[in-house]
Protein backbone atom coordinates (compact mmCIF):
# COMPACT_ATOMS: atom_id res chain seq x y z
CA UNK A 1 0.00 0.00 0.00
CA UNK A 2 1.55 3.42 -1.15
CA UNK A 3 2.19 5.67 1.84
CA UNK A 4 3.32 9.13 2.40
CA UNK A 5 4.76 10.00 5.95
CA UNK A 6 6.00 13.88 6.54
CA UNK A 7 8.60 14.93 9.36
CA UNK A 8 10.33 17.44 10.11
CA UNK A 9 7.40 20.02 11.49
CA UNK A 10 8.47 21.68 15.10
CA UNK A 11 7.66 25.32 16.20
CA UNK A 12 10.34 28.29 15.56
CA UNK A 13 10.48 31.47 15.70
CA UNK A 14 9.62 34.05 12.58
CA UNK A 15 12.97 34.13 10.53
CA UNK A 16 14.27 30.69 11.50
CA UNK A 17 14.21 27.62 9.14
CA UNK A 18 13.04 24.29 8.84
CA UNK A 19 13.14 21.24 6.25
CA UNK A 20 9.83 19.18 6.18
CA UNK A 21 10.51 15.72 4.22
CA UNK A 22 8.07 13.53 3.08
CA UNK A 23 9.01 9.36 2.79
CA UNK A 24 7.28 7.74 -0.04
CA UNK A 25 7.22 3.99 0.17
CA UNK A 26 5.06 0.88 -0.75
CA UNK A 27 5.47 2.17 -4.46
CA UNK A 28 7.85 4.38 -6.67
CA UNK A 29 7.00 8.01 -7.18
CA UNK A 30 9.61 9.07 -9.62
CA UNK A 31 7.11 9.49 -12.27
CA UNK A 32 4.87 11.35 -9.71
CA UNK A 33 4.11 14.50 -9.89
CA UNK A 34 5.04 15.70 -5.81
CA UNK A 35 3.37 18.25 -4.35
CA UNK A 36 3.22 20.31 -0.99
CA UNK A 37 -0.08 21.64 0.91
CA UNK A 38 -0.73 23.52 3.67
CA UNK A 39 -4.09 24.11 5.65
CA UNK A 40 -4.29 26.52 8.94
CA UNK A 41 -6.99 26.23 11.32
CA UNK A 42 -10.38 28.10 9.70
CA UNK A 43 -8.63 28.22 6.19
CA UNK A 44 -8.57 26.30 2.67
CA UNK A 45 -5.93 24.16 1.96
CA UNK A 46 -3.14 25.74 0.38
CA UNK A 47 -0.94 25.13 -2.43
CA UNK A 48 2.87 25.64 -1.94
CA UNK A 49 4.86 23.79 -3.80
CA UNK A 50 5.25 21.17 -6.62
CA UNK A 51 7.85 19.15 -8.80
CA UNK A 52 7.52 17.09 -11.48
CA UNK A 53 8.98 13.90 -12.45
CA UNK A 54 12.82 14.16 -13.57
CA UNK A 55 13.45 17.00 -11.29
CA UNK A 56 11.91 19.68 -13.93
CA UNK A 57 11.78 22.94 -11.78
CA UNK A 58 9.59 23.27 -8.90
CA UNK A 59 6.86 25.84 -8.68
CA UNK A 60 5.74 27.40 -5.89
CA UNK A 61 2.52 29.23 -4.14
CA UNK A 62 2.57 33.29 -4.79
CA UNK A 63 3.33 33.61 -0.47
CA UNK A 64 6.02 31.30 -0.79
CA UNK A 65 7.95 32.14 -3.79
CA UNK A 66 11.61 33.10 -2.85
CA UNK A 67 11.62 31.51 0.87
CA UNK A 68 10.84 27.59 0.19
CA UNK A 69 12.61 25.72 -1.71
CA UNK A 70 11.19 22.04 -2.68
CA UNK A 71 13.36 19.52 -3.99
CA UNK A 72 13.38 15.45 -4.52
CA UNK A 73 15.47 12.39 -4.29
CA UNK A 74 14.20 9.87 -6.56
CA UNK A 75 16.58 7.45 -5.29
CA UNK A 76 15.02 7.76 -1.44
CA UNK A 77 11.85 8.15 -2.92
CA UNK A 78 11.91 11.35 -0.61
CA UNK A 79 10.60 15.15 -1.55
CA UNK A 80 12.09 17.97 0.75
CA UNK A 81 10.79 21.35 1.68
CA UNK A 82 13.31 24.20 2.66
CA UNK A 83 11.37 26.58 4.48
CA UNK A 84 13.20 29.76 5.16
CA UNK A 85 12.66 33.47 6.83
CA UNK A 86 9.59 31.87 8.55
CA UNK A 87 6.36 33.81 9.08
CA UNK A 88 4.26 33.26 11.66
CA UNK A 89 1.27 33.19 8.56
CA UNK A 90 3.43 30.36 7.48
CA UNK A 91 2.30 28.37 10.42
CA UNK A 92 -0.61 25.46 9.57
CA UNK A 93 -0.42 21.63 8.74
CA UNK A 94 1.98 21.10 6.00
CA UNK A 95 0.62 18.13 3.78
CA UNK A 96 2.74 16.01 1.30
CA UNK A 97 0.66 14.94 -1.78
CA UNK A 98 1.30 12.75 -5.08
CA UNK A 99 -0.44 12.04 -8.08
CA UNK A 100 0.60 10.64 -11.70
CA UNK A 101 2.23 12.84 -14.52
CA UNK A 102 -0.66 12.65 -16.83
CA UNK A 103 -3.34 13.28 -13.59
CA UNK A 104 -4.60 16.46 -12.69
CA UNK A 105 -5.88 15.49 -9.48
CA UNK A 106 -3.50 14.43 -6.10
CA UNK A 107 -4.56 10.69 -5.07
CA UNK A 108 -1.93 10.08 -2.23
CA UNK A 109 -2.04 12.20 0.74
CA UNK A 110 0.62 12.43 4.12
CA UNK A 111 -1.15 12.54 7.38
CA UNK A 112 0.70 15.64 7.68
CA UNK A 113 3.14 17.72 10.20
CA UNK A 114 2.84 20.68 12.34
CA UNK A 115 4.41 24.13 11.70
CA UNK A 116 4.18 26.84 14.64
CA UNK A 117 5.98 29.90 13.81
CA UNK A 118 5.77 32.62 16.57
CA UNK A 119 6.35 36.42 16.26
Known amino acids: QAQLVESGGGAVQAGDSLRLSCAASGRTFSTYTMGWFRQAPGKEREFVAQ????????TYGDSVQGRFTMSRDNAKNTVYLQMNSLKPEDTAVYYC????????????WGQGTQVTVSA
Open 97 to 108: AARPAYQGNYNY
Open 51 to 58: IRFGGSKP
